[in-house]
């Protein structure tokens, strides 16, 4: 696991899809990362009381100043009120998210999907779309 910590601030919005139908959800983000490439760790904690940990696999590509990155991330999360859409406080995260950055700075757009995997009915889940921008180290 890799240690070049990236911070960023966002702020997050639920969104519908054609296979979830949540409540609508916003609020500020903060997310820190172990690293942006390889493998590594991302810890989410918002202002509406949804909490994430889990891991991630980054790539990134450089481009004299300018860099893209790609991260695929799944672990576990948490909700710290009574959700319909989450029957259970702790449940699972996926989620994706894409990087540009110039020089140390960073901006981003991320999915973030959290489920109980079918572990406990209903499993309607919540989706959220989160707009970022931060400081890699």
């Known amino acids: 696991m890799c240690l070049a910590p990236l911070i960023l601030l966002g702020y997050m919005t639920a969104i519908q899809t054609s296979w979830h139908h949540t409540t609508h959800e916003q609020g500020a983000v903060v997310e820190v990362q172990s ?3 390889g493998l590594g760790a991302d810890l989410k904690v918002s202002t509406e009381g949804y909490y994430g940990l889990g891991a991630q696999y980054g790539w990134k ?5 300018w860099s893209i990155g790609a991260l695929p991330k799944a672990g576990f999360s948490y909700v710290d009120h009574p959700e319909p859409s989450l029957p259970m406080r702790a ?6 998210q894409l990087l540009i950055g110039h020089g140390q700075w960073r901006a981003g ?3 973030w ?24 180290f």
């Open 35 to 37: 690293c942006e490439t």
């Open 61 to 65: 590509w450089t481009i004299g100043d």
């Open 91 to 96: 449940q699972f995260e996926v989620g994706a």
């Open 109 to 111: 757009v991320e999915y």
């Open 113 to 136: 999907h959290l489920s109980n995997a079918g572990l406990e009915q209903p499993n309607i889940g919540m989706d959220f779309l989160i707009l970022q921008t931060g400081w890699a």
